[in-house]
C-alpha cells in the first residue's frame, strides 16, 4: 500500500488509495458490516413495538406510529455504528505503523482526511441506503425525490460524524478507550437529536440541549424528506444547511488536528 500510495502522486491519488483501504477492510470484516446494520434495526423493531401503542408526537395528527416516526432516527443509528467502526483503522494503523509510514512519506495531509472520512462515509451511506429500502415497512414510500434529499442529508451526517471519529482516534493509544469515549459522545448526541423522543413535551433544559445539538437538524432533515411525522420546526432546507456546516467543522478540524500534530495519533 506505501508503494501505491508513492506511485500516486498529488492530492487525489493518495486519497483514492486511502479510500479503497477503507473499504476493503470493512468489506472483509463482516461481522463489522452485520453489526452496524442489525443492531439499529433490533432497536427499531423491539423499540418501536413497545412504544407503538402510546406513542404520539407533539404538533401532529393523532395517531402518529412510533415505528413510522422512528425510522429516520434508526437510520442515523446506522451512520453513526459505521462511522465509530470505521475509524477505529486509525488507532489500528498506527499500532501496525502503517500511518507512521504514511505521515513520513510526501502524501498530503489533506488525503489523509479526505480518505479516511470518504471511505467512511461511502461504506455508512451505503450501508443506510440498503435499511433505507425498508421504508415502506414502516409506512413511508419511497419516491427518487425522496430517496435523494435522504441520502443527501445522510451524506451530511456521515461525514459529520465520522470527522468527530476521526479526530477522537488521531488523539487516543488505544481502541477500548476509544469505545468508551464514542459511545459517552456519540450515543447521547443521538439519543439527544430527536431520534428517540421529539424535542417538543421535554423540559426547557433538555429542550435547549436538543436545540443546539447539530445532529438535531441531520435527524430532522432525513425525517422531512422521508415524510415521516414531525413536529413544527426548521424547514428540510434549513436543515440540509446546518447539517452541511456541522460537517464542514468537523472535517475542518480534523484537517487543522492532522496538520498541526504531525507526530501522528495519540502522541
Not at 453513526?80 to 477505529?88: D, H, K, R, Y
Not at 409506512?139 to 441520502?151: E, H, K
Not at 443521538?190 to 440541549?209: C, D, H
Not at 441531520?218 to 426548521?234: E, I, M, T
Amino acid at each position: 500500500m506505501n508503494a501505491t500510495l508513492a506511485a500516486r502522486p498529488g492530492l487525489l491519488g493518495p486519497m483514492i488509495s486511502l479510500l479503497e483501504r477503507e473499504i476493503l477492510r470493512f468489506v472483509r470484516q463482516r461481522s463489522r458490516l452485520i453489526s452496524s446494520a442489525l443492531q439499529p434495526l433490533l432497536f427499531w423493531i423491539l423499540l418501536g413495538t413497545g412504544f407503538r401503542a402510546s406513542f404520539q408526537v407533539p404538533g401532529t395528527s393523532a395517531g402518529s406510529d412510533y415505528l413510522t416516526w422512528s425510522f429516520p432516527g434508526i437510520l442515523v443509528l446506522v451512520i453513526l455504528f459505521t462511522a465509530v467502526f470505521s475509524t477505529i483503522s486509525i488507532i489500528e494503523d498506527r499500532q501496525a505503523g502503517f500511518l507512521q509510514a504514511v505521515l513520513a512519506s510526501p502524501v498530503p495531509r489533506l488525503a489523509i482526511v479526505l480518505g479516511k472520512v470518504l471511505g467512511a462515509t461511502i461504506l455508512a451511506v451505503g450501508e443506510a441506503g440498503l435499511v433505507l429500502l425498508a421504508a415502506p415497512l414502516a409506512g413511508l414510500p419511497l419516491s427518487v425525490s425522496s430517496i435523494f434529499l435522504a441520502l443527501l442529508a445522510l451524506t451530511g451526517i456521515s461525514l459529520a460524524l465520522t470527522g468527530i471519529g476521526f479526530c477522537m482516534a488521531w488523539r487516543m493509544d488505544s481502541t477500548q478507550g476509544f469505545h468508551m469515549v464514542m459511545n459517552l459522545g456519540l450515543l447521547p448526541m443521538w439519543l439527544l437529536s430527536g431520534a428517540f423522543f421529539p424535542l417538543a413535551g421535554t423540559a426547557p433544559w433538555l429542550r435547549l440541549v436538543m436545540t443546539i445539538n447539530p445532529l438535531t437538524y441531520g435527524v430532522r432533515a432525513v425525517r422531512l424528506a422521508l415524510g415521516a411525522p414531525a413536529a413544527p420546526g426548521p424547514s428540510l432546507a434549513m436543515s440540509l444547511g446546518i447539517t452541511a456546516l456541522f460537517a464542514a467543522a468537523t472535517l475542518a478540524t480534523a484537517v487543522l488536528l492532522v496538520r498541526t500534530r504531525a507526530d501522528g495519533p495519540g502522541k
